[in-house]
């Protein structure tokens, strides 16, 4: 059972936190749902950013136009060591850090694969308790359609949890890339067989060119689609926006009674 | 003046066919509008494929659906040695060659370059003069927004055409490439800068990855973005046709008084 620490609504979208329990750990998790929801509906699970959180400004924004627009509910979680899991010095840190990488100031540390790689085996187990829980949830359900939608970090952690995760049944990907040395990750990405569109920032400075095309054709799935826009790692053109509520209308559908 | 030559109406949409006189050459033209249109409206011109026609099934469909859907008016022609320029049984020929080579059972001649060279030549006066001509209509207009669309063929053509027409605002390319040695595509497809979506099928026969590639980095454009799907050159997904849609509202708008 779910036990909201803080429930809000505004402007027609409830917000309520919780956390889930997973290997000693607690990890702080937020779903977005169209005020007054009852009943099963379409879910997302939007994977943040590395150094942001779960609340980011252009992730939440994202999650309150779909529940508005589509009735969705909308799950994300702070990745480990992100978010509530740190302190604010440690996470203004973090920022400068990832920052400094993605507009090109700093070299990808040697270390970063690994580290990811860590996230992403702890981040698995906690994304399904996540999901266990709300598929509890009287107004999202057990038998509803599941999206996950996560570029960068959320790709790093997402395209492991999709792989290992049936419930979920067309993914949004992109900002990141395959790089040599990387097995673990790319027998991931080849185990995927679900529907995605992956996009990809043509002068990224933490995603070389040749490492989004390795990633792209490791994706074991026959619909698969990569946009490729000009531009640096945090320039995704507005209308990938746009195309990313498309790609989950036309595969999650919308909940009941309302128009896309 | 434009003389029609056949006019026809049905669901909606009116069809007229004219002729367009070019370098002594009578050009096949056709132009689709909303039924009883009238007043000055955003323009697509759609460039069809090789061993195709300005009335072929699947450009006729698209061009339809633009006059219904978003008030659009649409021109086509015949491109030179193609449709009602060449007879039925050129037309035949033309048809068994290109599907040859679509299905990967035939090799992309050496000469093609050149032909398609030629062709495109010959084709830019046309498209002009095409353009010039309608735009004489009230129910077209002179300061309308201009988009053209073209694969395949409708690339060969439409780069040097859309590279050397000012009155062009935005285009959609695709299924063809940049191949050594073809200096004056390239140097067309720098000289653009108008917002491009560029679509590519990832196991075309007739454009190898690493040329298709090459042509999206030479598009001059700021606002330039690439589709690749899995599939051969004649298996664009169904969602392309209606990015194209988003992406020509987006740029050209919709006539007075539609929604979108």
């Known amino acids: 059972m779910i036990e909201f620490t803080r429930e809000k609504t505004a402007e ?15 990890v702080p998790a937020v779903i977005w749902t ?36 589509f009735g969705y509910a909308v799950l994300a979680i702070d990745a480990p060591g992100h978010g509530d899991r740190i302190s604010r010095e440690e996470a203004a840190r973090l920022a400068e850090e990832v920052g400094a990488r993605v507009r ?47 570029v960068s970090m959320g790709t790093a952690i997402g395209v492991p949890f999709v792989a290992a995760e049936p419930r979920i049944g067309c993914a949004v990907f992109g900002l990141a890339g395959l790089r040599s040395g990387n ?31 390795g990633l792209f054709n490791a994706f074991g799935s026959k619909e698969k689609t990569m946009h490729i826009n000009p531009g640096a790692h945090v320039e995704i053109p507005n209308f990938e926006g746009a195309s990313w509520e498309r790609f989950f209308v036309r595969h999650l559908g919308t909940a009941d009674g309302r128009a896309a």
Chains 1, 2 share one sequence.
């Open 183 to 213: 097995d673990a990750f790319e027998e991931a990405a080849k185990a995927i067989s679900i529907p995605v569109e992956f996009v990809f920032q043509w002068e990224d400075a933490v995603a070389p060119r040749e490492s989004g095309m």
């Open 104 to 150: 090109g100031e700093a070299a990808v540390p040697f270390t970063l694969m690994k580290t990811m790689t860590e996230r992403a085996q702890r981040a698995v187990p906690e994304w399904k308790a996540a999901l266990d829980a709300v598929q509890g949830l009287e107004f999202v359900g057990k038998h509803q359609r599941i999206g996950y939608w996560g």
């Open 34 to 69: 169209p005020e007054g929801a009852r009943g099963h509906r379409p879910l997302v699970l939007m994977g943040h950013g590395g150094s942001q959180h779960k609340k980011i400004g252009s992730l939440a924004a994202r999650a309150r136009t779909y529940a508005r627009k």
């Open 12 to 26: 027609g979208v409830s917000e309520r936190l919780f956390d889930v329990a997973v290997a000693g750990e607690r």
